[in-house]
């Protein structure tokens, strides 16, 4: 394994630096807006409670390829897709292997809920899937609509 140079060093503690006032920045305006708004139902409505702070963040999560959705924060790849299971299991409080069901409606009866949305993956394998950034609030309003009729 190659050493890294001093150069090498100072540049990851910079970037070290800058991932973490950029954490500390988007936590202190969370901190400020939580008590008036603690879920937000899409990311504009996110981005639209964050006042004057709206470019600064966009700048952070675009910067460090965030995406944020209700009071979850996702990790999105190079084509703007978050992996299924994270989503899954923080939002929906299920394993993916069960909320895939939903993706296609081919296992167990389940409905069809995601009919329309973008996936990338194979419900079937679900710890590959991921699902569009822009397509998530959608796909838990179906679920929480379709699950509400059973309580």
Known sequence: MKKASKKDCERMTENLDDAKGAL???NRVLEDKL?????WPDPESFMEAFGSHVREIR???DKYRVFVFEDHKFE??????VNFGDV???ILNKQSQYAS???DGRIDDRPNLGKGLRFEGDPADYHFLKIHKDDIAEFIKRVREYQSRFI
């Open 24 to 26: 500390q920045l988007i």
């Open 35 to 39: 008590n008036n708004r603690p879920k």
């Open 59 to 61: 700048e952070i999560l």
């Open 76 to 81: 999105i790849d190079e084509n703007d897709f």
């Open 88 to 90: 899954a299991l923080g």
């Open 101 to 103: 069901r939903y993706v």
